[in-house]
């Protein structure tokens, strides 16, 4: 159940996009709300079912990362956000997610999660507008800075916390 939860959050995308397009962005945060809880929700499950995999290890950060890097690179497109902020957070993801695929032991910490916490706020704030579209401009600045501490502790630790080398999955 819980990465059915995943695989069905990967499908958000397209049709956020499309809604998007026709400006109904209140529309989109209702839809990236639903989005946010069941991305808690599989989690939650799979702990409660006991049945956290590797798969579901892997892919529910690329089911986080593809709608939220979907809807900010849409705004980038619509000149809301700027290129350089949203391609140095691709980049990371980037990094994390092949650096899993290949076998790097990085488990999720805090600190990605307030990365991820930072980004939701940012993109329901930003789609909400008015008066909430500073803040959301302030939590994407956070979710970049958190990114990146996040990204240096994910490497510390798998390179260095066993005894000077990198943690391997056989």
């Given at each position: 159940?819980?990465?059915v939860?995943?695989?069905?959050r990967?499908?958000?995308g397209?049709?956020?996009?499309?809604?998007?397009?026709?400006?109904h962005y209140?529309?989109?945060?209702?839809?990236?709300l639903?989005?946010?809880?069941t991305?808690?929700?599989?989690?939650?499950?799979?702990?409660?079912?006991?049945?956290e995999?590797e798969?579901?290890?892997?892919?529910?950060?690329i089911?986080?990362?593809?709608?939220?890097l979907t809807?900010?690179?849409?705004?980038?497109w619509t000149?809301e956000?700027?290129?350089l902020g949203?391609?140095?957070l691709?980049?990371r993801?980037a990094?994390?997610?092949?650096s899993r695929?290949?076998?790097?032991d990085?488990?999720?910490?805090?600190?990605?999660?307030?990365?991820?916490?930072?980004e939701?706020?940012?993109?329901l704030?930003?789609?909400?507008?008015?008066?909430f579209?500073l803040?959301?401009y302030f939590?994407?600045l956070?979710?970049?800075v958190?990114?990146y501490v996040s990204?240096?502790?994910y490497l510390?630790l798998?390179?260095?916390n066993r005894g000077?080398y990198a943690?391997y999955?056989?």
């Amino acid at each position: 159940m819980p990465n059915v939860l995943t695989l069905f959050r990967l499908c958000f995308g397209a049709p956020v996009i499309i809604v998007l397009y026709a400006n109904h962005y209140q529309s989109v945060a209702i839809v990236f709300l639903a989005f946010v809880l069941t991305d808690a929700l599989d989690g939650w499950l799979a702990r409660l079912m006991k049945s956290e995999s590797e798969w579901g290890t892997l892919l529910d950060p690329i089911a986080d990362q593809a709608l939220v890097l979907t809807i900010l690179c849409y705004l980038v497109w619509t000149g809301e956000l700027y290129f350089l902020g949203i391609m140095l957070l691709a980049a990371r993801e980037a990094v994390v997610v092949l650096s899993r695929i290949f076998g790097l032991d990085m488990p999720t910490r805090l600190l990605g999660r307030i990365k991820v916490t930072f980004e939701y706020v940012a993109i329901l704030c930003i789609l909400l507008g008015g008066e909430f579209k500073l803040l959301g401009y302030f939590s994407l600045l956070l979710a970049l800075v958190f990114s990146y501490v996040s990204l240096a502790q994910y490497l510390f630790l798998a390179f260095w916390n066993r005894g000077g080398y990198a943690n391997y999955r056989a």
